[in-house]
């Protein structure tokens, strides 16, 4: 079984928020090293400065946020892994083609999806309704 993580999920797990409750038991439950792309690291860091643009973090707490993933990646809890964007890109693209049209699905949602496939995963980790339901159609277990 490998997991992939979007970002919803991670967000979840370093800032307190209405999902922070269900990642932290999930993480409980699923304690294995996440990988961890540099398409995760733009978009945690977009989140986190978005959530501070709208006032729902501090600078301060995003700093901290963003400490305890560079601590999380230190002790192995986290694991940096290369993105090969033209093997996800050429999935994407088919993926595009099959269901978007069907459920509407956002680019960042379907590169996600398209990450976690190329990568192996088997299990998908998500709290975005519309994105699990691509990652059920393109044949991932989606949790929590």
Known sequence: MKIYT????????????????KADAWRQANSV???????HRIEF???LGLAVFQQRLTSGEATAAWQKVQDDLAAGRLVSQPILWNKILRE??????????NIGSRTLDVLHVAAALVS??????T??????KLARLAGLRVQP
């Not at 996440?34 to 398409?39: A, K, M, Q, V």
């Open 45 to 47: 860091r977009n989140a």
């Open 33 to 39: 090293p996440l990988d961890f792309t540099g398409f």
């Open 92 to 101: 994407a693209e088919s993926m595009v083609e099959h269901h978007t049209p």
């Open 127 to 132: 709290f975005d309704e519309r994105q699990g």
């Open 6 to 21: 979007d970002t919803s999920l991670l967000v979840s797990l370093y800032v307190a928020d209405a999902n922070s409750h």
């Open 120 to 125: 192996g995963a088997t299990e998908f980790c």
